[in-house]
């Protein structure tokens, strides 16, 4: 069975910093992107950054492009997400998600997470 956790989230303060963590189980996910979403109250799930399975390229969303990074730890089956001078729009359930691609995962991801949630208090 496979599953993906996530862990990390929590409460901070609009300009703090975050880490989540994904940990992928049942199968490998050396070869796959991994990727994160997220969805604010009210609004739809949204992309947020994705990795390639080499860990050498990534994309990001423009709303969070220079504050968030995403990586990858192949041998931990584990991927990141650190997300620094967070602002209270950020704030959303997020989830970790992994498909063959990042073009696959942009679109229709093959695993999701449960998701964890971060709120950003201004």
């Known amino acids: 069975q496979v599953q993906l956790v996530e862990s990390g989230g929590g409460l901070v303060q609009a300009g703090g910093s975050l880490r989540l963590s994904c940990a992928a189980s049942?199968?490998?996910?050396?070869?796959?992107?991994m990727g994160w979403f997220r969805q604010a109250p009210g609004k739809e799930r949204e992309f947020v950054a994705t990795i390639t399975w080499s860990g050498s390229t990534t994309y990001y969303s423009d709303s969070v492009k220079g504050r968030f990074t995403i990586s990858r730890d192949r041998s931990k089956n584990t991927v990141y997400l650190q997300m620094n001078s967070l602002k209270p729009e950020d704030t959303a359930v997020y989830y970790c998600?992994?498909?063959?691609?990042?073009?696959?995962?942009?679109?229709?991801?093959?695993?999701w997470g449960q998701g964890t949630q971060v709120t950003v208090s201004s």
């Open positions: 049942g199968r490998t996910f050396s070869n796959f992107a």
């Open positions: 998600a992994g498909a063959q691609s990042t073009v696959a995962l942009r679109s229709t991801p093959s695993y």
